[in-house]
């Protein structure tokens, strides 16, 4: 042995260390198998610092550095962002309203503020669009309505849901771009005669309406980009599926760690209590 270490120019010393530590378990196996099966429930789709969120709401006491070294470890990547946006906007068409929102992104109430957007796929070579309604308050997705052309028909069939779901008290916003259905008197009738106020971005301004630009950036990225799907069908199973995870499992750091629904329903626990 010595003879052959000698050879080699492995020190003594050296050799021993490493031969100790592969006898050695590994102190982190159980952390591990953790991180790996939340990093798996989610379908690859949490970095280290939402599987970090996810492991200490199960009651792990971990700090950042470890989860993202073993995970480096492990090769567990998330999967990464692409943007290329849809646009809907066509000029001025008919009415355009006042930025009312301003960027105050954080209301203090649910069903207060809402905001949407359409976005844009392509399935088997045909263009499929996402029309969502988000509450700001705690980003849940609180409707959604998915067709083949972005029609005014589209936006309002998605917050009609949403006025039916929410039942929002007079006075509540509604935030959009300056597409043009969003511009169609069908919108903002539909906002007005359910006692809102309707509220626009500036024009050519994304980060007017940054939540929900951020919300189609991680969707795409989540559970389409790299995805193959045989039909449109298909794709809205795969919508309905995400969003039902998005709003159930989701945890986000702005929301204390919690999913979307675990954070409205502990609010209204304290309101209530």
Partial sequence: MEYLLEAAGIPRSTFFY????LGQSDKHAE??????ASFER???RFGYRRVLLDLRNQGWVVNHKLV?????EMGLRAKIRQRRPYVSYAGTISHIADNKLDRKFTPDQPNTVFVSDVTEFRVQGR???LSPVMDLFDRSIVAHTVATSPSTALTTDSLSKAIAASAPEPGWMMHT???????HASWRDLIGDNGGVQSMSRKANCYDNA???NFFGHLKTEMYHGEVFDTVAEFNQAIDEYIGWYNTERVQQRL???TPMQYRNQTLEALTA
């Fill in 127 to 129: 263009k499929v669009y």
């Fill in 177 to 183: 771009d300056q597409g043009f259905q969003y511009q």
């Fill in 256 to 258: 204390k760690g919690l």
């Fill in 18 to 21: 490493h031969q100790k530590r």
């Fill in 68 to 72: 993202y070294k073993l995970m480096h």
């Fill in 211 to 213: 939540v929900m630009e």
């Fill in 42 to 44: 989610n379908k690859h």
């Fill in 31 to 36: 952390l591990k198998d953790a991180i790996r």
